[in-house]
């Protein structure tokens, strides 16, 4: 019943992987010709080490945008085959709740899938000794893993009740995610600075950001010199505004669909 939605996966991650690994292929090319592998990185571990964390970081950006494509999969029952779709010897609400699960398992699995690469890319280029694993490694992995789910469940939410309009929507909603937290980071006047704080609330990315300062240098993704009070936030709380996001989502989209007609 779900052959369907399982091909799509699979089909969307291997294409992932490859287009992954020609991307760190295409660089350690270049890499190789300036001579890396001459000069291959050596010596102790330092503070200037690269963090652990920086990689989930990636790896969730790279996992939300794969998460953006099957954010329309209720859209997607809208365009033309609905009946069909009713027909199926379970209820609407079973239906979405286990296209949902398998899509979240895609989705976790291209998150590995580029975790993987990164590494591999790392370890091509002899820098896989100098990657520290910080005391926040796992609670940064858990955010960065709820990243790509709570834009899975916001885009389900806004598409759900659309047929092909929704592949609009998706880039659509990228832009303001990324428009709505420049704006909030550059504080306008009011009233648009208060505007921009409260969509803000909404967005993903502004749970997402990260700083790591070492001894001479600062790591940053998704965060800025001066980050605003959602980058500043206790990583707890942006874990759990982040699984808010992505629960009410996947909810309020389960419930916008149950109420689409043919």
Not at 171 to 190: N, R
Request: charged residues 10%.
């Amino acid at each position: 019943m779900y052959y369907p939605q399982l091909l799509r996966l699979t089909n969307g991650l291997k294409w992932l992987t490859i287009v992954l690994t020609c991307v760190a292929a295409f660089f350690i090319a270049i890499a190789a010709a300036n001579g890396v592998y001459h000069h291959p990185a050596h010596g102790p571990r330092s503070s200037d080490d690269l963090p652990l964390p920086m990689f989930f970081a990636m790896a969730g950006f790279i996992a939300s945008f794969f998460a953006s494509r099957y954010a329309r999969t209720l859209s997607e029952e809208n365009e033309g085959h609905l009946p069909v779709v009713w027909t199926k010897p379970v209820s609407r609400a079973e239906y979405a709740m286990t296209v949902i699960a398998a899509d979240a398992l895609g989705i976790c699995a291209a998150f590995g899938i580029a975790l993987v690469i990164e590494l591999a890319f790392c370890a091509a280029l002899g820098a896989l000794p100098f990657i520290q694993i910080t005391s926040d490694a796992g609670v940064q992995l858990i955010r960065f893993l709820l990243l790509p789910l709570a834009y899975y469940g916001l885009m389900m939410a806004l598409t759900a009740s659309f047929g092909k309009a929704g592949r609009g929507l998706i880039g659509w909603a990228w832009c303001f995610s990324f428009v709505i937290m420049l704006i909030a980071a550059l504080h306008p006047p009011k009233p648009w600075d208060t505007i921009a704080t409260l969509l803000n609330t909404i967005n993903p990315l502004a749970y997402a950001g990260y700083s790591h300062t070492n001894a001479h240098e600062t790591v940053n993704i998704g965060s800025g010199p001066a980050p605003t009070v959602f980058t500043s936030l206790a990583l707890g709380i942006d874990i759990a505004a982040l699984l808010v996001l992505c629960v009410a989502g996947m909810a309020a989209g389960i419930v916008l669909w149950r109420r689409v007609e043919a």
